[in-house]
Structures are given as C-alpha cells and as structure tokens.
C-alpha cells in the first residue's frame, strides 16, 4: 500500500449520506462511493462492489444495489475502477489510449478493502459484477484475508480459449492470435508499455493501447474463467446467474458441480438478463439478505 494517501477522510462514526472517496494509486485518483446504512459503523457488515467491463461505480446495476442494500440496512463501497485515469467518471471512453490492465481492478479491491480495515472494518463481503465478478473471484483467490466473510457474484465472466479467439475473430473479423503475438513480442523487448495503434481490443473497435494492456486482456489465463477460482476461495461464495444472460452463457451448468460439492451456491433468477434490471434486483437482493443473515 505503499504511495496510498488518502484524499477524503471519514469518520468511524455513522453517516447518513454517501460519501465520495478519494485515494491516490501509483499517482492515479481513485475513487469510490461510501453508503452507510442508518445507524450503522464500520464494525457492521459493509459490501465492497466492484462493477463490470469498462464500466462505473453509478450504472444501473450498481447504483439500484447500493440503494436496496440501504433499504436493508446494509453499509456499500461501490468501487470506481480507475481504468488508469484519475477521477475516472462514466464509461470508458474508446478514444482514450488503454494503459490499464485486468488485474489492475484486483489490486484496487484489494486498496479498498484495506482502507476499510484501517477504518476499524471486520465483516467484509466483496461483490462483483460481470468481469467485476471475476475480479472480485481473483481477489478473494488469492487473498485469504480474516476480514472477508463472503463473495458475491452476480454474472461472473467466465472463459475459455477457443471461445475468446473466436470471439475476437466474429466481432473484429481479425485473429487474435496474431495481435496478441505482436503485443507479446514488444513486452518481451521492453516495449510493454508503447502505444499499439488501431487495434480492436475490449469493446473499442479501432482503438489504441499499450502492448503490456493488450496482453493482460487477451494472454490466455485460466484464472479468467470464474468457475475455476471458486475452490480457491476460502469464505463461503453465492452466485447469481440470469437465466436469459446472453453474455455470460451457461454459467449455472459451469458452477453446478461446484454447488454439489458444497463449494458454493447458486442461485438462477429466471427470466433475468445480464444486467437483473427492475424486480430482478429486487429478487436478488431478496435473496442475498436472506444469504447474509445465515
């Protein structure tokens, strides 16, 4: 943690606001929304949520979470992953150069979670959408901290080789494999962090990125595929899969044989898509009320 300063202080004490959060990473501002139920500390259980690919801390989902975990009484840390840009706010924008890497977010939980110990926190549940959920999953792997007692994931990514290559190849009409080689080449000459013009990476068609970014994205990493993390993870683990998610497919048939031997549970939410809008969050935080009280 060395280089974190702390931007915006809170007190241990109860607030009835959310509070905007600031901490310096490796000269990058970082931001996140604190959410204290009523009446409650940083002794009382508090969720740290970490949102999807390329996304923010008040889309949809996550800002519908953070105020139904308030109607249950129950304190959020919604992260704003900083993407490599200070005060990061709203999407990611194509035309930005990408510097970031995949397990950038899980260094940053991992900022989060220690400021909130710092802050007197000893009941931690770490949530993650979409990539977010895996990122949370890779965390939580690898981190077998006390203060953790469960994970939440709410359409986890999941990966497999073929399908990334093919994945790549439908939606930029290009092969991986041969940008990824490139990219791989100028890290291994200590060009990781030059500039890769007009390349398709992520989402952003066309874009540009470092070598070292692109090859944190697409280097093939089993650790990609959440399912394969779930044994590694200490505390118990809950997730949610939409049974009309078609970005995150088959993910129930992934994690059933997990859930048989008693590593997890899941839960489908039937008719829910990737994204659980309206009563679908509604059934989920039902459910993970019930999940957390037990």
């Known amino acids: 943690m060395s280089g974190l300063v702390l931007v915006t202080a809170m007190s241990s004490a109860a607030v009835s606001v959310a509070q905007e959060l600031k901490l310096d990473h490796k000269g990058v501002s970082i931001n996140a929304s604190l ?149 791989e080449t100028m890290v291994k000459q200590g060009d990781g962090k030059s500039v890769m013009k007009n390349t398709d990476h992520i989402y952003c068609e066309n874009t540009s990125v470092t070598a070292e970014s692109f090859v944190s994205y697409n280097k093939p990493d089993q650790r990609f595929n959440t399912p394969s993390l779930l044994s590694s993870i200490k505390v118990p683990v809950l997730v949610f899969a939409g049974s009309e998610d078609k970005v995150v497919k088959n993910l129930a048939k992934k994690v059933k044989p997990l859930v048989k031997k008693g590593k997890v549970d899941l839960m489908v939410v039937e008719g829910a898509g990737h994204m659980f809008r309206d009563l679908y969050a509604e059934d989920m935080m039902d459910q993970i009320v019930e999940y957390l009280a037990n």
Not at 96 to 108: L, Q, Y
Request: glycine share 6%; proline share 1%; aromatic share 8%.
């Open 35 to 183: 959410e204290m139920a009523s009446g409650k500390t940083f002794r009382d259980p508090i969720v740290v949520m970490t949102h999807g690919t390329l996304a923010h801390n008040k889309m949809e989902i996550m800002s519908q979470l953070q105020d139904l975990f308030k109607d249950n009484e129950i304190s959020t840390l919604s992260v704003n992953l900083g993407l490599g840009i200070s005060d990061r706010k709203g999407m990611y924008d194509c035309a930005t150069t990408h510097t970031h890497k995949h397990t950038d977010a899980v260094d940053e939980i991992g900022i989060w979670v220690n400021w909130l110990k710092h802050k007197g926190a000893k009941n931690i549940i770490l949530l993650g959408h979409s990539r977010g959920g895996n990122q949370t999953a890779w965390y939580a792997a690898e981190n077998n901290d006390a203060v953790i007692k469960k994970v939440i994931l709410i359409a986890p990514a999941t990966w497999s080789e073929t399908y990334a290559k093919q994945n790549y190849k439908n939606r930029y009409k290009k092969d991986l494999d041969s940008v990824l080689s490139k990219a």
